[in-house]
């Protein structure tokens, strides 16, 4: 393990909320429309851009897939077949689903990687997206080149205390038991940026929020936060792609981000990229700064 660290096929008409923020412009397949991935339970919307090896990208739980507009285009530029994918009951995706474990989401992934049937991907996902996408390349080795796992929850982080597990547990219940929640989770949103908030985080939260305020949208947000991660803990001994873990140096979720980031990357084997003064979601916080390592990782998997 090596760290460093870095300074500061159905489609339809996307409407214009949270799922397209930002993707206007961008180089693509399919410039207006939103693809739908059939799965047993429901369907899982996703965007596909640009030509070459194939990225799979999964967002943060309580996001959707505009959550890498700034890294996609980059990606896309670069060369690459840029896929966005929205969550179990995010977004664009259906909801309703029996099951938003780690496990589930994974097998959507895996899915979804057999029907863009493009190769090995290389998968990048963020927070329970990186769990799912570490499930996903356990599930399906043959079928993942690498993975970049950005502030990722792949474990059940243990709390500082049990009493204080417990407590921030019953605060989190409060917050979103009522018609408030999806602006309670909007207000959280922004002490994800802690440094350097992105031009059009106003909008792009306000789009958020409006997105989680739909029927079935807080249930999945909330599915997955109670989710335990153990169905992904027992199965990382089993992936076997190069791994990369970047994580924010001021990333809110975390105690210790640089100490859980470590962690997960000697479970994998991988190696550590700690952005300087990121929270969450260096990608789109601090994109400048956090795509080029990504980028290196990702050229070195692809053979470039």
């Not at 214009?16 to 693509?28: E, F, I, P, V």
């Not at 969450?280 to 601090?286: L, S």
Request: overall charge negative.
């Amino acid at each position: 393990m090596t760290a460093a660290t870095v300074a500061s096929d159905r489609t339809m008409h996307r409407p214009a909320n949270a799922a397209n923020l930002g993707q206007q412009g961008a180089q693509d397949r399919s410039s207006s429309d939103t693809h739908f991935l059939d799965r047993p339970s429901g369907q899982i919307a996703y965007d596909d851009r640009g030509n070459g090896p194939l990225v799979i990208m999964v967002p943060s739980l309580g996001d959707v897939r505009a959550e890498y507009r700034f890294l996609a285009a980059k990606l896309v530029d670069a060369g690459y077949r840029a896929v966005t994918m929205d969550l179990r009951g995010h977004g664009e995706s259906s909801t309703g689903w029996p099951d938003y474990s780690c496990a589930a989401l994974g097998e959507d992934i895996v899915a979804l990687v057999d029907h863009l049937d493009a190769g090995p991907a290389i998968l990048i996902g963020t927070s329970m997206g990186a769990g799912a996408v570490a499930w996903a390349a356990a599930e399906a080795p043959d079928r993942m080149a690498g993975l970049v796992l950005i502030g990722p929850f792949v474990r059940d982080v243990p709390p500082w205390s049990k009493l204080k597990g417990a407590i921030q547990m019953l605060m989190i219940k409060v917050a979103l038991a009522g018609p408030w929640a999806a602006r309670v989770w909007g207000g959280y949103y922004d002490a994800l940026y802690p440094t350097s908030k992105p031009a059009d985080l106003d909008d792009y939260r306000s789009a958020l929020v409006r997105s989680l305020g739909e029927p079935g949208r807080m249930a999945a947000l909330k599915g997955m936060i109670y989710a335990s991660k153990a169905d992904v803990a027992a199965r990382l001994g089993d992936v076997q792609a190069p791994t990369l873990v970047m994580m924010g140096t001021k990333d809110p979720d975390f105690a210790n981000p640089a100490g859980e980031a470590e962690i997960v990357a000697d479970l994998l084997n991988g190696e550590v990229v700690m952005i300087e003064g990121a929270g969450h979601y260096p990608h789109a916080e601090m994109p400048e700064v956090a795509s080029p390592p990504i980028l290196d990782f990702l050229a070195a998997r692809a053979g470039r």
